[in-house]
């Protein structure tokens, strides 16, 4: 059974530090996504990191990928209060039925950025 | 592009109940999956469809059931509802096994 791992669940930090969350998977996958939720919203898609060493950024916001390690990190640069959400990884399981898969996500990091 | 249209927005039932929501990818995607998202177990897969037929299924009971149609929308229904199936029911589609597109959701109450 595939389990995701992500760390820190809860983090508060300030406007301008940087911090970094962390995605553990425990089997083989070569595809992980991050997405972010805001309340009461659905998710909006960050990343989509697909082979080991891909980096992907987008703003203050940077994702890589090591498929050998089975960690993805996600990387906050000069945080701003827009930043303020919840975000997940998933990672996608390759079925033997083969198909679309099914990701399974993690518990999700929920990031206060204060002023 | 429009994007992933789900209906209803909110819905509440009554335990015991049936229910059924709808859910309309963007155009071209033929993959549609089903996440239930609750505080206590997170999102969790449900099943996903392609071109009518269900390929994988997560670990939920048989009460949770779904069907795609030739136009890629599809629908999801759960019967004799639990208090426990409240959640938000999200859909997701995809044009390949990459990126997954979610739409606003389906809050479901269940009293």
């Known amino acids: 059974e595939l389990k995701v791992e992500q760390n820190p669940l809860f983090l508060s930090m300030q406007e301008g530090k940087n911090y970094t969350i962390y995605c553990n998977y425990s089997t083989t996958s070569d595809r992980l996504y991050w997405y972010r939720q805001d309340p009461g919203k659905s998710l909006e898609s960050l990343f989509v990191?697909?082979?080991?060493?891909a980096v992907k950024q987008e703003g203050r916001l940077m994702a890589s990928l090591d498929t050998k390690a089975r960690l993805s990190t996600l990387h906050i640069t000069a945080a701003v209060h827009d930043l303020s959400a919840t975000y997940f990884c998933a990672v996608a399981y390759s079925r033997s039925g083969g198909g679309a898969d099914g990701l399974t996500f993690g518990k999700g990091t929920h990031l206060i950025i204060q002023p | 592009k429009a994007g992933v249209t789900q209906t209803p927005r909110y819905l509440i039932k009554t335990r015991g109940q049936q229910v059924t929501l709808s859910c309309s990818p963007i155009?071209?995607?033929?993959?549609v999956s089903w996440y239930q998202q609750t505080p206590g177990q997170g999102l969790q897969f449900l099943f996903e469809y392609f071109s009518e037929t269900q390929r994988n299924k997560g670990n939920f009971p048989g009460r949770f059931s779904g069907r795609q149609f030739s136009n890629s929308r599809s629908e999801m229904n759960v019967s004799t509802l639990e208090l426990g199936d409240s959640a938000l029911y999200l859909c997701?589609?995809?044009?390949?096994?990459?990126?997954?597109?979610f739409g606003p959701g389906t809050r479901l109450t269940v009293l």
């Open positions: 990191l697909l082979s080991n060493g």
């Open positions: 155009s071209g995607h033929r993959s």
């Open positions: 997701a589609s995809s044009y390949r096994a990459n990126e997954q597109f």
